[in-house]
Nanobody, 122 residues
Framework: QVQLAESGGGLVQAGGSLRLSCAASGRTFSSYYMGWFRQAPGKEREFVAA????????SYADSVKGRFTISRDNAKDTVYLQMNSLKPEDTAVYYCAAGVVAGFTRDKYDYWGQGTQVTVSS
């Protein structure tokens, strides 16, 4: 079992930045691919970014490329999502997830956090 806890969400103006953190506990964090997803009201949960255990594989959704950066610190069992140049359409609940394979869909991930709200005002 892996337990995940997100933090760092909040209210920010368009053009601003936020850094989300996801702290993991339980089984060996460094064994897992880590992903960030988001879900806006009335919409499906969508892929945002993913990173391999070594950091050698990183992938982003087209909508966040060039603005968001995913990273991880295996010594701290934490994955981060740095979000810059935020737009109102980035407003959503952001979830981190852990899985044993890389993927862009929810079914590739076995463990999920509770989510943290990000609201971007125009």
């Amino acid at each position: 079992q892996v337990q995940l806890a997100e933090s760092g969400g909040g209210l920010v103006q368009a053009g601003g930045s936020l850094r989300l953190s996801c702290a993991a506990s339980g089984r060996t964090f460094s064994s897992y691919y880590m992903g960030w997803f988001r879900q806006a009201p009335g919409k499906e949960r969508e892929f945002v970014a993913a990173i391999s255990w070594s950091g050698g594989y990183i992938s982003y959704a087209d909508s966040v490329k060039g603005r968001f950066t995913i990273s991880r610190d295996n010594a701290k069992d934490t994955v981060y999502l740095q979000m810059n140049s935020l737009k109102p359409e980035d407003t959503a609940v952001y979830y981190c997830a852990a899985g044993v394979v890389a993927g862009f869909t929810r079914d590739k991930y076995d463990y999920w956090g509770q989510g943290t709200q990000v609201t971007v005002s125009s």
